[in-house]
Structure formats: structure tokens, C-alpha cells
């Protein structure tokens, strides 16, 4: 028996990254899977490679800074799988830079992604995991979200919150028997990381300086955050809820 057979997961971000690796993960355990993402193309790759290899998934065109297209994006679920059990909100966007060197709309745009599209996805998909009897939300936070890093004010302001978020919720719900969690991952190689290392003067000396804060000395992969994914939306975790786990290579062990 695989871990999640039965399960009907949401994955927000899911064309690219980590919200790809769990969209393909989840499936191969079992879970029915809808990718949500701005971008079409993307989503319907990953959507077609899930297929091929035997599992079910949707691909579904969703900015979850849009109240609206989230509503959408959880009636297509429920038309297509007939429930929903798993949200993934994965959804996120980075920004470097002090307080002072972050603008009015920089900052609106960081909250507006990362914290207000986790409420929005979260609060509509809450009637049918409910409904479902054991619904789970997992939200990708940050490591930042629970110790700070120069330069990124703004991006921890908003990991933070969704720390916050998670725990309220998971004490709002868990009479209802939907479990809320966190992951803060430290710097996970994505298409994002890679670009954000090409663009330093020496990308080389930036990475080496970055692997030195993580004292397994490799950056994360999208699969090592899939993994613990499975595990939060799977029966294994069943009496976990309200928690924010690091999974870092050991950065806030210091």
C-alpha cells in the first residue's frame, strides 16, 4: 500500500522546483495531485510526466494572489477528484534586501505572495478538508521565518508570519481533524537559488560562503523537502500538527 493511496493534494508553485518534486513524490505514493502555478507551461510538463509514469494529475493556472483564481483553483479539484484532502502551499517569491533598501510595493509583493497567498489558498480549501475527516495542510516556510539572515527583511517578515499562520490554524482546526504544519527549509537548489548565485560577482566564493553556514555542507534539494512533504500529509504523521520543523543540513543546531 502506498503512503498517501486515497489522498487528493493541491500543490501550489507545482510547475518548477520544490513544488514539482512534491507533486511527482506525492504521486508516486498514491496521491492524486493538481499542480497550481501563473504559468501553463510548466505545469502541464509536470502534469504530463506524473501522467506517463501511471499517476493522476491536473494542471491548473492559479496566482494565489488572487482570491478569485484560488476559489477556482480549489472548485477544479473537487470537480476533477471529488475532494480535497492535502494543500501544499508552496506558492513563494524572494526578495534581497535591508528595511531600508526594500520599497512600499516590494514589500506588498513579498506578503501579498508568500503570506497573504498561503491565507488564501488555506482558507478556501478549509470546507472540503474538513469535509474529508483528516484534511492536512503543510506550508513551505522558511528557515527564515524562524532566525533571520542579513538582507532579507522582508522575506522573513513573511516567512515568519506563515510560521504564525500555521500555528493558529492548526489550533483553530484540529478539533475539526485537520492538522496544520510548517517546513523551513534552509537554501534548497532551485531554478530560483541557482539564478539568485549566478547573479554574485564571484557565484563560486558566494556558493563556498553559503555551504559553510550548513554544517552537512550541501544545499538542499527539492526531493529532501518532498520527503518530509509526504510524511506531514501522510497517516505516519497523524498526531503531529502546529509544528514548524527546520530542515536545514543543521544551520539552527549553532
Known amino acids: 500500500m502506498t503512503r498517501l493511496a486515497g489522498k487528493v493534494a493541491l500543490i501550489t508553485g507545482g510547475g518548477t522546483g520544490i513544488g514539482r518534486a512534491c507533486a511527482k513524490m506525492f504521486a508516486r505514493e498514491g496521491a492524486r495531485v493538481v499542480l497550481a502555478g501563473r504559468k501553463r507551461e510548466p505545469l502541464e510538463a509536470a502534469a504530463r510526466e506524473i501522467s506517463s509514469a501511471g499517476g493522476e494529475a491536473l494542471a491548473v493556472v492559479c496566482d494565489v494572489t488572487s482570491r478569485a483564481q484560488v476559489e477556482d483553483a480549489i472548485r477544479a479539484t473537487v470537480e476533477r477528484f471529488q475532494g480535497l484532502t492535502t494543500v501544499v502551499n508552496n506558492a513563494g517569491t524572494l526578495l534581497v534586501g535591508t528595511a531600508e533598501e526594500t520599497s512600499d510595493e516590494d514589500w506588498a509583493r513579498v506578503m501579498l505572495t508568500n503570506l497573504t497567498g498561503t491565507f488564501h489558498v488555506s482558507r478556501a480549501a478549509l470546507p472540503e478538508l474538513r469535509r474529508s475527516g483528516a484534511g492536512a495542510i503543510i506550508n513551505i516556510a522558511s528557515v527564515l521565518g524562524l532566525v533571520a539572515m542579513k538582507q532579507r527583511a522582508a522575506y522573513s517578515a513573511s516567512k515568519g508570519g506563515v510560521v504564525a499562520l500555521s500555528k493558529s490554524m492548526a489550533l483553530d482546526h484540529a478539533a475539526e481533524g485537520v492538522r496544520v504544519n510548517c517546513i523551513c527549509p534552509a537554501i534548497v537548489e532551485t531554478e530560483l537559488v541557482r539564478g539568485l548565485f549566478a547573479h554574485q560577482p564571484d557565484p563560486d ?50
Open 205 to 254: 566564493a558566494a556558493l563556498r560562503a553559503r555551504l559553510a553556514t550548513l554544517p552537512l555542507g550541501r544545499l538542499g534539494k527539492p526531493e529532501d523537502v518532498a520527503h518530509m512533504a509526504v510524511y506531514l500529509a501522510s497517516e505516519e504523521s497523524s498526531w503531529l500538527t502546529g509544528a514548524a520543523l527546520p530542515l536545514d543540513g543543521g544551520l539552527t543546531a549553532y
